[in-house]
């Protein structure tokens, strides 16, 4: 089966400082990984996407990495402001057949204090 | 910037009765999705929509459920007979690819009592 495991499970920094949220997964066949922040109530925004060839993308001061061989992934967090407090949700997609299937994980809720 | 829009961005309704949950999704996409969250659990995913058929669809997606594109801007999700259980937030996303990045709605949250 399918699953998308990420840890912390929730995470209080200080503003400015960085942070690491992991996310390992056991999904086949691997289509693509992606990063999504969720603020509360709303719907997730996509942070970064990462197909198996490519093992590091940044946007602004967010940057994953993948490690498709022990399919782990990182997305750090540098310089956090207090907009950063939010869900961030790891995401795999399988694909079969020509179509793609998603597991979410679970989040990881970050809280970054002033 | 373009974006998916969902409404009602609140919906009360009784056990039993069909709902209906609408969705625009960004106007140049091909691929429309389904997904719910039930409060304090992760997100799922519902059903994927190409090319005016279900291309997958979850376990969860049984025959309560049903979508349509009922025009070229609209998407939506009915649940017949709505559960107790099917309290929670249904989000939206569109994207232009099966594969690409997926751009969701602000979400339509869903009560039944």
């Known amino acids: 089966k399918n699953q998308v495991e990420q840890s912390p499970q929730s995470l209080i920094i200080l503003e400015g400082k960085n942070c690491t949220l992991q996310c390992n997964y056991t999904v086949s066949p691997f289509s693509n990984l992606r990063w999504y922040k969720q603020d509360t109530g709303r719907g997730p925004v996509s942070l970064t996407i990462?197909?198996?060839?490519?093992n590091t993308k940044s946007n602004g001061r967010y940057t994953a990495t993948l490690d498709a061989d022990t399919k782990q992934s990182s997305l750090h967090i540098t310089a956090s402001q207090l907009s950063d407090s939010a869900s961030y949700i790891c995401?795999?997609?399988?694909?079969?057949?020509?179509?793609?299937?998603?597991?979410f994980g679970r989040g990881t809720s970050l809280i970054v204090h002033p | 910037e373009p974006e998916v829009t969902q409404t009602p961005s609140h919906q009360v309704t009784q056990m039993g009765q069909e709902v209906i949950l609408r969705c625009v999704p960004i106007?140049?996409?091909?691929?429309f999705y389904w997904y719910r969250q039930i409060l304090g659990q992760k997100v799922e995913f519902l059903v994927s929509?190409?090319?005016?058929?279900?291309?997958?669809k979850s376990e969860i997606f049984d025959d309560q459920f049903s979508v349509e594109r009922p025009d070229g801007s609209n998407f939506t999700l009915k649940i017949r007979s709505t559960k107790l259980e099917d309290s929670a937030m249904y989000f939206c996303?569109?994207?232009?690819?099966?594969?690409?990045?997926?751009?969701f709605g602000p979400g339509t949250r869903l009560t039944v009592t």
């Open positions: 929509f190409y090319n005016n058929e279900i291309s997958e």
């Open positions: 996303a569109s994207s232009t690819g099966s594969g690409a990045g997926q751009y």
């Open positions: 106007s140049n996409h091909l691929y």
């Open positions: 995401v795999v997609s399988a694909e079969e057949r020509g179509s793609y299937i998603p597991t």
């Open positions: 990462m197909t198996f060839s490519e």
